[in-house]
């Protein structure tokens, strides 16, 4: 996997495709990002709740297709890239 900061980076800048293994098993592909002019209008608890984690190998994002907060295990991740289209 590309390096975790690099890719914590790309997701503050914009729309990131990421495909990771589930738990079960499974690949998923999901198109995340942490750029706040993407994200809902949350209140403060929301917003905690939705970014706060102590696991760093938990990764929290918003999905732009599903419309809400997911996370995925760093460890999982298969590959992840910017360029989308």
Same mark, same amino acid.
């Given at each position: 996997?590309q390096?975790?900061?690099? +890719? ?10 990421? %495909?990771?293994? /589930? ?5 998923r $592909?999901?198109l995340?990002t942490?750029?706040?002019s993407? +994200?809902?209008?949350m ?7 939705? %970014?706060a984690t /102590?696991?760093e190998n938990?990764?929290k $994002?918003?999905d732009i297709?599903?419309?809400g ?5 760093a ?6 890239s910017?360029?989308?289209t």
């Amino acid at each position: 996997m590309q390096n975790l900061e690099q +890719l914590k980076a790309a997701l503050a800048q914009g729309v990131v495709q990421v %495909t990771f293994t /589930k738990k079960d098993g499974s690949t998923r $592909v999901m198109l995340a990002t942490w750029k706040t002019s993407l +994200l809902p209008v949350m209140t403060v608890e929301e917003s905690h709740t939705a %970014t706060a984690t /102590k696991d760093e190998n938990l990764v929290k $994002v918003y999905d732009i297709q599903a419309q809400g907060w997911r996370s995925f295990r760093a460890e999982r991740v298969q590959s992840w890239s910017t360029d989308i289209t």
